[in-house]
């Protein structure tokens, strides 16, 4: 069984730091594209990051580029976001996703992945 599992949430000051994880288990996500989306209440849910099947080419959102960094750790199966210089409107419930045969235009689209985690909270206090 394919599960992912997000960590490092919490309630945070504006201009303040978090790293998320996502751990990957049930197979290897080698070639998979890896991306992180988030949902606000009352909003669709959007995408921040995500990292192109095995190369290491990143893709980021224009509200967080230049404040936020994916990687991944293949030796551990995991996928992280560095968050800095946070703001009250990246307040909220971020989702780890993966996705096999996902082509690059597809990457910012939710419907595109296959799996998801269940999310963890990030508030960002003003």
């Known amino acids: 069984q394919v599960q992912l599992v997000e960590s490092g949430g919490g309630l945070v000051q504006a201009g303040d730091s978090l790293r998320l994880s996502c751990a990957a288990s049930?197979?290897?996500?080698?070639?998979?594209?890896m991306g992180w989306f988030r949902q606000a209440p009352g909003k669709e849910r959007e995408f921040v990051a995500a990292?192109?099947?095995?190369?290491?080419?990143?893709y980021y959102a224009d509200s967080v580029k230049g404040r936020f960094t994916i990687s991944k750790d293949n030796a551990k199966n995991t996928v992280s976001l560095q968050m800095n210089n946070l703001k009250p409107e990246d307040t909220a419930l971020y989702y780890c996703?993966?996705?096999?045969?996902?082509?690059?235009?597809?990457?910012?689209?939710?419907?595109?992945?296959?799996?998801w985690g269940q999310g963890t909270q990030v508030t960002v206090s003003s």
């Open positions: 996703a993966a996705g096999r045969g996902i082509i690059l235009s597809s990457i910012r689209e939710p419907r595109a992945y296959d799996y």
């Open positions: 049930g197979r290897t996500f080698n070639g998979y594209t």
């Open positions: 990292l192109f099947r095995s190369s290491t080419n990143t």
